[in-house]
């Protein structure tokens, strides 16, 4: 049973960059596919990023391609969201997920989540 705890979201204005982080423990990290999805309110989970448990692979929203990077530290158990050039379109919940088996963009074929953790990017 994994735990995951995000940190690192904030209020910050256009243009903006903001570093997400999420931390497992309670499971084997390395063995995970991490990925983060966003919620803005009455809308449902959006797919942001995933990164395959190597760290060989990764696969972007097309909202946030080029813009947003995400990366693993293994020794860590940390997986990372790097976010540049923010708009108020990003503005969310910011989930991270992990699950053994998928890199899909749908977030019920994940099987852990994190507790969420707010960005607000005002204009």
């Known amino acids: 049973q994994a735990h995951l705890v995000e940190s690192g979201g904030g209020s910050v204005q256009t243009g903006d960059s903001l570093r997400l982080s999420c931390t497992v423990s309670?499971?084997?990290?390395?063995?995970?596919?991490m990925a983060w999805f966003r919620q803005r309110p009455g809308t449902e989970r959006e797919f942001v990023a995933v990164?395959?448990?190597?760290?060989?692979?990764?696969y972007y929203a097309d909202s946030v391609k080029g813009r947003f990077v995400i990366s693993r530290d293994n020794t860590e158990n940390t997986v990372y969201l790097q976010m540049n050039n923010l708009t108020p379109d990003d503005t969310a919940v910011y989930f991270c997920?992990?699950?053994?088996?998928?890199?899909?963009?749908?977030?019920?074929?994940?099987?852990?989540w994190g507790q969420g953790t707010q960005v607000t990017v005002s204009s």
């Open positions: 990164i395959r448990y190597s760290g060989g692979m990764a």
């Open positions: 997920a992990a699950d053994r088996t998928t890199v899909q963009r749908l977030a019920t074929k994940y099987t852990y």
């Open positions: 309670g499971g084997t990290f390395n063995l995970y596919n």
